[in-house]
């Protein structure tokens, strides 16, 4: 079946450390994005990636980075500049198409917390 | 399980009833909204889409209403069951900003009494 994978679904991060999340689909979308929930807020929008090699920043960036070597591969690295790290990430893919919009295909979420 | 929001907005159903979820939207530039179904721990499901040139949009039990006079979008959910409890969000696709991506309201929380 295709789908969308997040793993781990728990991590934890030592103060200091960088730790990437990773994030696999086999829909053959051409979008991938990345998403931070925190409790009592919405979705905020973290990266996203219109095709390969491309990625664009979105409303949180500062203390992540993100790469798009693959179709099927967008991993998020949550560095040590990202001061309140502990939240649940969720990525995301979709077709895109001129002058269309589809829906995304969520993944089940990554549990970061600092210890 | 996880809590995916400890401050949201609550709407309490019986079992049976119809539900109707509220989102308010600002920009008036938005041209896509869709509805997610978010359970505790889990990625939000799509749940139903509309486009700005329809008022209204029907699914299996699900009803999404779009007013663009007063930006506001609602979700109906017919004969609510257990199931149907969950965190609720709208999402818009605003045009003409350049951004490639949905924003994502802060959602509404269902919780159905058997």
């Known amino acids: 079946d295709g789908g969308i994978t997040q793993s781990p679904k728990y991590l934890f991060r030592k103060e200091g450390q960088n730790v990437t999340l990773s994030c696999e689909q086999n829909?053959?979308?051409?979008?991938m994005y990345w998403y931070r929930q925190d409790p009592g807020q919405g979705l905020r929008l973290i990266y996203y990636?219109?095709?390969?090699?491309?990625?664009q920043k979105g409303d949180i960036a500062e203390g992540y980075s993100v790469s798009r070597e693959k179709k099927e591969s967008f991993p998020l690295t949550v560095t040590s500049a990202q001061k309140n790290p502990t939240a649940f990430y969720l990525c995301?893919?979709?077709?895109?198409?001129?002058?269309?919009?589809?829906?995304?295909?969520f993944g089940s979420g990554t549990r970061l917390t600092v210890v | 399980g996880e809590s995916v929001g400890l401050h949201l907005p609550t709407l309490s159903v019986q079992e049976g009833d119809n539900s109707i979820i509220n989102c308010a939207y600002s920009?008036?530039?938005?041209?896509?909204f869709i509805w997610y179904k978010q359970e505790s721990g889990k990625g939000p499901q799509f749940i139903i889409d509309?486009?700005?040139?329809?008022d209204k949009r029907q699914g299996q039990r699900v009803t999404v209403l779009l007013n663009k006079t007063v930006k506001h979008l609602s979700l109906q959910i017919a004969a609510t069951q257990p199931g149907d409890s969950a965190v609720y969000f709208c999402?818009?696709?605003?045009?003409?900003?350049?951004?490639?991506?949905?924003?994502f309201g802060s959602g509404t929380r269902l919780q159905v009494q058997p």
């Open positions: 995301a893919s979709s077709r895109t198409g001129t002058g269309h919009n589809y829906g995304y295909t």
């Open positions: 829909l053959n979308h051409d979008a």
């Open positions: 990636s219109q095709i390969v090699n491309d990625f």
């Open positions: 920009n008036s530039a938005s041209d896509y």
């Open positions: 509309i486009r700005s040139n329809m």
């Open positions: 999402a818009e696709n605003i045009r003409d900003t350049g951004r490639r991506a949905l924003t």
